[in-house]
T-cell receptor, first 110, second 112 residues
């Protein structure tokens, strides 16, 4: 079992739709959580950090449930420009380590 | 743009050869991490450098080694290249104590 797991998709949604991505992690010692966005053949870019209290940035909302070891990302009012791969990321100390999920592919269509 | 730069952008090597990839971190960032990303997969953590020392390592063999210099720039060295080493190699910089990382554009390595 992978330490960070995501539904690979692809998710195909129309413009204006709301879409949700889920991610689970297996190591309870994980300390920081993020969502990154990666466009085709480009580097990952930080989208947002994820906190237990929830984190909202415009159309994007991220949530962390430490008890269930579950992270989510909600995108409201999808735009064509949201089409990308969304990567769930977890870090832990004790010898620093960052673990990326394999990513969830999103296609937003007109 | 993040300000993280990598060189070269593309590289073709033969199996058994050695390669050195370079990374300059974003201004003010003192920590550098390296990742390997195979096609269709998420980046895999290779190692992190802080204060010119390895600060954490993923599941990569010793033939993957690195350096960090006093100006925080870094090198990734891979010896005895294998076909499976073909991938996008990403460098990311951050501030110590801050887990947000900012990536460079990557070096695409092809091993034939």
């Amino acid at each position: 079992r992978k330490e960070v797991e995501q539904d690979p998709g692809p998710f195909n949604v129309p413009e204006g739709a709301t879409v949700a991505f889920n991610c689970t992690y297996s190591n309870s010692a994980s300390q920081s959580f993020f969502w990154y966005r990666q466009d085709c053949r480009k580097e990952p870019k930080l989208l947002m950090s994820v906190y237990s209290s929830g984190n909202e940035d415009g159309r994007f909302t991220a949530q962390l449930n430490r008890a269930s070891q579950y992270i989510s990302l909600l995108i409201r009012d999808s735009k064509l420009s949201d089409s990308a791969t969304y990567l769930c990321v977890v870090t832990r100390g004790g010898g620093f380590k960052t673990i990326f999920g394999a990513g969830t592919r999103l296609f937003v269509k007109a | 743009e993040t300000g993280v730069t990598q060189s070269p952008t593309h590289l073709i090597k033969t199996r058994g050869q050695q390669v050195t990839l370079r990374c300059s971190s974003q201004s003010g960032h003192n920590t550098v991490s390296w990742y390997q990303q195979a096609l269709g997969q998420g980046p895999q953590f290779i190692f992190q450098y802080y204060r010119e020392e390895e600060n954490g390592r993923g599941n990569f063999p010793p033939r993957f080694s690195g350096l960090q210099f006093p100006n925080y720039s870094s090198e990734l060295n891979v010896n005895a290249l294998e076909l499976d080493d073909s991938a996008l190699y990403l460098c990311a910089s951050s501030l110590v104590g801050k887990d947000e990382q900012y990536f460079g554009p990557g070096t695409r390595l092809t091993v034939t």
